[in-house]
């Protein structure tokens, strides 16, 4: 082989080897702190007592106030979050668990809540404890708001959950427990009625951005926050969404 044809072939391997790391997932938490976490929202409630904290290995959110932890250290565009979750057992249905995933999301400002939650700014994969429950677009692996999974896999509280949200392009699919329950393409999805002011149409929304958890109302556990980013070939483009 010439010292060119093997140049070249050392280049491909390397490149392909580089490709593969990209592809590959690694944790976003650490099993023991926040390192890398930044609080967007009141850090306590009203009792004094934290919003997030780490026990026993899991991130734990006690539900008494509304805010995010994002995952502050990089943006993401094309990638899958896989998230394994679990809420409290509720005493009454009312109080049952309500949490989120944020995606492609900027800061949370609490001053300016309507605008800035992932919700409203971007887009928010929600998560309740709504076992049994028909799906729709409020419910559990619902794009919130905007489009509805097909199904409600979802194991009652204080089971342990798995979510995956896979974002390429405008195509975003969620799968909960195995099952994909919803494919959908943002460029294609209904517009809000009544939203606030300012906030961007489905297909304006940001194709790169934060990763964020939510905590909304239950105490919600968290394990096992992983990211796989996804590499596209150049001139690549997501494939549209199933029907």
Not at 26 to 41: C, E, S, V
Not at 85 to 111: C, E, H, Q
Request: overall charge positive.
């Amino acid at each position: 082989m010439s010292i060119t044809r093997f140049g070249l072939a050392v280049g491909l391997v390397l490149a392909v080897t580089a490709a593969g790391r990209a592809d590959e997932s690694r944790d976003l938490f650490d099993g023991k702190t926040l390192d890398g976490w930044a609080i967007d929202g009141p850090a306590a409630d009203k009792e004094g007592k934290p919003v997030w904290a780490v026990r026993d290995g899991v991130i734990v959110a006690s539900g008494k106030v509304f805010g995010f932890l994002r995952y502050d250290r990089q943006k993401f565009a094309d990638f899958a979050l896989r998230v394994e979750y679990r809420f409290a057992p509720a005493a009454a249905a009312k109080d049952r668990g309500n949490s989120g995933l944020g995606i492609r999301t900027g800061v949370f400002d609490p001053k300016k809540s309507q605008l800035t939650r992932p919700s409203w700014a971007a887009y928010e994969i929600q998560l309740l404890d709504d076992a049994g429950k028909p799906p729709n677009a409020h419910g559990t692996g619902s794009l919130y708001r905007y489009a509805a999974p097909s199904a409600n896999p979802v194991k009652p509280a204080p089971e342990w959950n798995a979510v995956e949200v896979e974002c390429v392009g405008p195509r975003i699919k969620v799968t909960v427990n195995g099952m994909m329950v919803l494919d959908a393409d943002q460029t294609t999805l209904a517009d809000i009625p009544k939203k606030p002011a300012g906030a961007p149409v489905p297909k304006d929304k940001p194709l790169s951005g934060y990763v964020a958890l939510q905590s909304h109302s239950g105490h919600v556990e968290f394990r096992k926050v992983q990211v796989r980013e996804i590499t596209r070939r150049p001139g690549s483009a997501a494939l549209p969404a199933g029907p």
